[in-house]
């Protein structure tokens, strides 16, 4: 069985219970290392993470280290980097011994394609002030300026700033879908279908919302919610992907 995931925001300082839900995570992930060949984890599964040389930020153990069982185990654990997340680089691959992935993925399971990112500049080409932004948290020259900086300041300058964008969310209120002629990335996967028809499946994190779009006959996009309030997650048997829900303990569609 595969499993799909994302956007854990795990730290996050403008949300509660973040022990909580980090323990929920991974109560999730334990329930299914016997059955998981693979866990693809779609980006934003931390707030905010910054590698230093020898310093990373504190916290996330419960995490890191049931990630390191699964990979122990010879489960496949594949990180893909979130707008929230970027600045990871070894230390994940290193000590927890996942497939590090800083673009969208094309993979082949079970004679099915795939399409997998996180989501964050795709499609969504108007947003000016998203894309300044992206630009400057993905410049090496900014990143090295910002590794000049003392841990305790930068991870806290790193944590306030991410809190600061929750809050903002939480005022404005999450966007609701917008329809396929409008939605970002059901714009980009219809357009990025056309000159590569043997996708099957598009999986995205990002936007904190569930949708499971037909794009074709033989064609579907999943946004796969995420784990701050839906606790949602996709699962593929070699036959069929389907959109579920963790309920502690049990899942229902």
């Not at 329930?31 to 930020?57: C, H, N, Q």
């Given at each position: 069985m595969i499993y799909f995931l994302s956007d854990a925001h795990l730290g996050c300082r403008a949300l509660r219970w973040n022990r909580t839900r980090e323990r929920r995570l991974v109560r999730?992930?334990?329930?299914?290392?016997?059955?998981?060949?693979?866990?693809?984890?779609?980006?934003?599964?931390?707030?905010?993470?910054?590698?230093?040389?020898?310093?990373?930020?504190?916290?996330?153990?419960?995490?890191?280290g049931k990630i390191a069982e699964l990979t122990d185990r010879g489960?496949?654990?594949?990180?893909?980097i979130g707008n929230h997340d970027i600045w990871c680089h070894n230390y994940l691959k290193r000590e927890c011994g996942v497939i590090m992935h800083y673009k969208p993925y094309?993979?082949?399971?079970?004679?099915?394609?795939?399409?997998?990112?996180?989501?964050?500049g795709l499609g969504d080409e108007g947003d000016k002030k998203f894309h300044f932004l992206r630009r400057l948290f993905h410049s090496r020259l900014c990143q090295r300026?910002?590794?000049?900086?003392?841990?305790?300041?930068?991870?806290?300058?790193?944590?306030?700033?991410?809190?600061?964008?929750?809050?903002?969310?939480?005022?404005?209120?999450?966007?609701?879908?917008?329809?396929?002629?409008?939605?970002?990335?059901v714009v980009y996967s219809k357009n990025y279908l056309k000159s590569h028809p043997e996708i099957n499946y598009f999986l995205y994190g990002h936007r904190h919302i569930e949708l499971d779009l037909p794009l074709g006959d033989e064609c579907r996009m999943l946004i796969l919610g995420d784990w701050v309030d839906k606790f949602t997650f996709a699962t593929?048997?070699?036959?069929?992907?389907?959109?579920?829900?963790?309920?502690?303990?049990?899942?229902?569609?």
């Open positions: 999730f992930l334990d329930s299914i290392k016997t059955k998981a060949s693979a866990v693809y984890l779609l980006g934003d599964m931390f707030d905010y993470w910054f590698e230093y040389r020898y310093v990373v930020p504190k916290g996330h153990v419960r995490f890191l489960v496949e654990v594949h990180f893909f094309t993979v082949e399971i079970e004679g099915k394609v795939f399409y997998m990112a996180h989501g964050d300026a910002f590794y000049l900086l003392h841990p305790d300041w930068s991870v806290r300058l790193g944590l306030k700033w991410a809190a600061n964008s929750r809050r903002k969310h939480e005022r404005e209120g999450q966007p609701e879908y917008k329809g396929e002629e409008n939605e970002p990335l593929f048997d070699g036959e069929q992907l389907v959109l579920q829900r963790y309920l502690e303990g049990e899942t229902r569609p």
